[in-house]
């Protein structure tokens, strides 16, 4: 007897034990993964890019956003209770990210764009704000604040009422039918947590996209206003100055390391990968490009880009005659190639390079001007630098190597003279979403 009752007590023991174990870690585990859920969310929303400053603690307060009348700042939005964001109700966050509102009734700047996190269901809020509760470390720094006229906010409730779409109506246009569910799942990411459209779309009169989701207008990502004078590009398949020619590999490794045999990141788009598209899913990756390539072009009647050798015969002929060539060869081929082609990942091709036949040549004159520098990412560990020519070379010479570029190798863009450099050079920031790191102490 005791033989057999020894092994039937410790079984029954153990599955009590098991049973005492596994309630309250069975718990645990759920919100475990409800937090990492909720962190993988707040990168596919790229929320630390505004509210992290380099350098400084995750969420604890970014940056600084410069308008015609002062500044606004993307606040702490750590859970500490006074200073973040610790007070605030699960309602209450989802109002503050889907709505504009915060906690205390006043509306938010679009700055903060929910206008497009107003597509975001309501699980992947609810994750993010146990994210944001139960995996962000409180920080006890203030925000600066902000001066009047800015903190009357009453003007952004008429703007929320005039521009931001209701959650409802966001939910309905996200439900609409897609080909297939990677399309969809692509289009949530992007029309939604990703608000790539916050960049790479027209804005209208009062600073609003001028279309929030694919459904309305050919006018959704197809290239925005230049952004601290880097100019995101139409996303469609434009031919030339969109995506017409990358194929889906090719937009998955750009927004996965930044780089790919067509292009290199720069500008607001090296934040964009870093803090955000970086840390997303292969699945997630391909299904961001199956949607963008199911996009059509905004501009039907653009011919595709071909490559014209004349250029690159020249040079090799040793005829620099043309107007930018001999800068060009000097300072440029060594990298970039005479045929433009580059050596890519590391030198990226100038041919047939949508960046440089885009109508606003604005990137162009600030890469060279003031040179660029992508960062490691995870999936590709080394950094690339392109030196500055700003004090090597003249407005002119400038201008003239800008206007090489875009007219050799088929590119056939417009030219630019030294008058539109020089005042892009001394050109003022855009008033909205200018990016300068603020110190917090
Ligand atoms: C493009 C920049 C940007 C991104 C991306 C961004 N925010 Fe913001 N956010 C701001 C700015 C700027 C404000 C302040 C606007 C104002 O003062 O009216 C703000 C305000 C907020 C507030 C209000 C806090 C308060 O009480 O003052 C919350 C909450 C918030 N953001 C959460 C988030 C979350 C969560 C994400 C990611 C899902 C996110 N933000 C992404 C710029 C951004
Ligand atoms: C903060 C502004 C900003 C946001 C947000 C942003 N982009 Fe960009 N993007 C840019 C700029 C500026 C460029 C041009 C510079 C470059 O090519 O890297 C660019 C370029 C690109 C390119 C390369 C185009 C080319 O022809 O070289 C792709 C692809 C792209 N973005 C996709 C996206 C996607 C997808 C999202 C949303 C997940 C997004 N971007 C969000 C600013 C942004
Ligand atoms: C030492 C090598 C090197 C030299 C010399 C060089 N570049 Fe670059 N260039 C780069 C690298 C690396 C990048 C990518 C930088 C980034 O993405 O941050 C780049 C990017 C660019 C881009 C943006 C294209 C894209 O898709 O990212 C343009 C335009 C450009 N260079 C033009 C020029 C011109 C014009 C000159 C001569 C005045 C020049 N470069 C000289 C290395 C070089």
Redesign the pocket.
Known sequence: MKIRAFPFAAALGAAALLLLASAPHARADDTGDLVARGRYVAEASDCSACHTVKGGRPFAGGLAFRLPFGSIYAPNISPDPIHGIGAYSEAAFSRAVREGVRRDGASLYPAMPFPSYARMSDSDIHALFTYFMKGVQPVASATPAISWPLSMRWPMSLWRAAFAPSVQSAQKDVARPFPDSAIARGAYLVEGPGHCGACHSPRGIALQEKTLSASSSTLFLSGGAPVDGFVPTSLRQDQRTGLASWSEDDIVTFLATGRNRK????GGMTDAISHGTQHLSDADLHAIARYLRFLGPNDPKATAWQYDPAAATSLRQGNATARGAK??VD??A???RTDGAGYAP???P?AG?P??MSDKPDS?VH??QSG???PGMARAPSA????A?GQRLSAEQIAD??TF?RGAWGNNASPVDATSVASLQHSAPPPVLSEKPVPLN
């Open positions: 292009g290199e990141a720069f800068v060009y300072h440029c060594a990298c970039h590391a030198f990226p100038l390079n960046v440089v162009l890469v060279v660029a520098a992508l690339f630098v392109m030196p020519y190597v800008v570029i």
